[in-house]
Structures are given as structure tokens and as C-alpha cells.
T-cell receptor, first 114, second 111 residues
Framework: SQTIHQWPATLVQPVGSPLSLECTVE??????LYWYRQAAGRGLQLLFY??????ISSEVPQNLSASRPQDRQFILSSKKLLLSDSGFYLC?????????????FGDGTRLSIL | DAKTTQPPSMDCAEGRAANLPCNHS???????VYWYRQIHSQGPQYIIH???NNETNEMASLIITEDRKSSTLILPHATLRDTAVYYC????????????FGAGTQVVVTP
């Protein structure tokens, strides 16, 4: 079966510091990968998605970036965090090819910016 | 993708069936209905999805009206662990599949 791992589970960072969140998927090949953010009291917002190594699409302009250095690894980064970057960051995967196949989420990283 | 409308909250007694409604009156012929739930401080959990036929799995049943303008998620025997926010989402089946989450329905199962 497939599993998705995200770390760290919680993170407290000062404004202006860099960020690196990692997500890995096991048990499948060439998955579609996604980064979502959930701000406090709000719904999930898609940030990035990837359909293959090195292929990243951005949904919203921001100071975050994503990379996919390996087939089942997805990284969310920032060079300088803003207060508005606080939130719950979720990684998700879906079988390659899309169609109606559902997305499956990790347990998330709760990021607090001080 | 079509938008959905859900009640903001509902209560359910433990052991009883929970029927969660969702309106999607502008749904297109190629859009699927998906249900997820999010237990506090966890990532969303996929429950079920369907196009036009009713669907059932080990977690729930999905009933879609004949005109596809609304659907109902049925949790047959609610437990306290089913307390969560439930999201109804419609989206086109495409190559990458963006999910648009709304506010959902906060379901509280009481003893």
C-alpha cells in the first residue's frame, strides 16, 4: 500500500528565516504531488503541483517555491519567511495520469512564524 | 469547477446514521463528486467519490440524485471518531486534479 510522510510535524521559525519542508511517498511510482496550505480557520488552498521530476506548477504567487528532485520527493521552500506564511502545510499524492483518481494527504506540518 | 453548498454544522447521535447533504446545482457532466473529512489537526482523509451512480465502500455511501444537482454522504453507524469537518468537492477528471475545498460541514457525534 501507499504511504505519505511529511516532516517536521510542527515548526516555529522567525520572520526572515529560510524554510524547507519535505514530503515523500512510498509504494507508487511517478505520482502527482501537491502542496496545500490551510490558514487558521480557512479552507485548503493549492500552492503547487507536480506531475513529474522537475515539473512544478504554481497556483498562487507567493514567496514560496517547490521542487521535485526525485520521483517521490516533494520539497516546499522559502528563502525568507513572512508572518503571513504561518499555517498548516499539507502534501498530497495521487496516481499518475489523474483522471478521477483521488488525492491522499499527509499529516501536515504546522508552521508558526514569530 | 462547480461550487458546492453544505450546511455549516450538524449533530449526530452515536450509532445512528449520519446523512450529510451537499448541493452542486451547477455541476457539469464531466465533474465528479468527492467527499473528504478532516479530523482536528490532521490532514484531510479521502472518503468516497462518484460521477452519477451511487457508490459504497467500507467507510460510507454516496447517493447522487438523478439530475446530479445534489448528493448525500451517509455514514451508516456514526461513532465518536467520525467527529470531523466533512468536505464535498466537485471537480473535472483531468490529468492533475485540483481540489477546491470550501468551508465544509462540522459534524459532531454525541454519545
Amino acid at each position: 500500500s501507499q504511504t505519505i510522510h511529511q516532516w517536521p510535524a510542527t515548526l516555529v521559525q522567525p520572520v526572515g528565516s529560510p524554510l524547507s519542508l519535505e514530503c515523500t511517498v512510498e509504494g507508487t511510482s511517478n505520482p502527482n504531488l501537491y502542496w496545500y496550505r490551510q490558514a487558521a480557520g480557512r479552507g485548503l488552498q493549492l500552492l503547487f503541483y507536480s506531475v513529474g521530476i522537475g515539473q512544478i506548477s504554481s497556483e498562487v504567487p507567493q514567496n514560496l517555491s517547490a521542487s521535485r528532485p526525485q520521483d517521490r520527493q516533494f520539497i516546499l521552500s522559502s528563502k525568507k519567511l513572512l508572518l503571513s506564511d504561518s499555517g498548516f502545510y499539507l502534501c498530497a499524492w495521487a496516481h499518475a495520469g489523474g483522471g478521477s483518481t483521488p488525492q491522499h494527504f499527509g499529516d501536515g506540518t504546522r508552521l508558526s512564524i514569530l | 469547477d462547480a461550487k458546492t453548498t453544505q450546511p455549516p454544522s450538524m449533530d449526530c447521535a452515536e450509532g445512528r446514521a449520519a446523512n450529510l447533504p451537499c448541493n452542486h446545482s451547477t455541476i457539469s457532466g464531466n465533474e465528479y463528486v468527492y467527499w473528504y473529512r478532516q479530523i482536528h489537526s490532521q490532514g484531510p482523509q479521502y472518503i468516497i467519490h462518484g460521477l452519477k451512480n451511487n457508490e459504497t465502500n467500507e467507510m460510507a455511501s454516496l447517493i447522487i440524485t438523478e439530475d446530479r444537482k445534489s448528493s448525500t454522504l451517509i455514514l451508516p453507524h456514526a461513532t465518536l471518531r467520525d467527529t470531523a469537518v466533512y468536505y464535498c468537492i466537485v471537480r473535472v477528471a483531468d490529468s492533475w486534479g485540483k481540489l477546491q475545498f470550501g468551508a465544509g460541514t462540522q459534524v459532531v457525534v454525541t454519545p
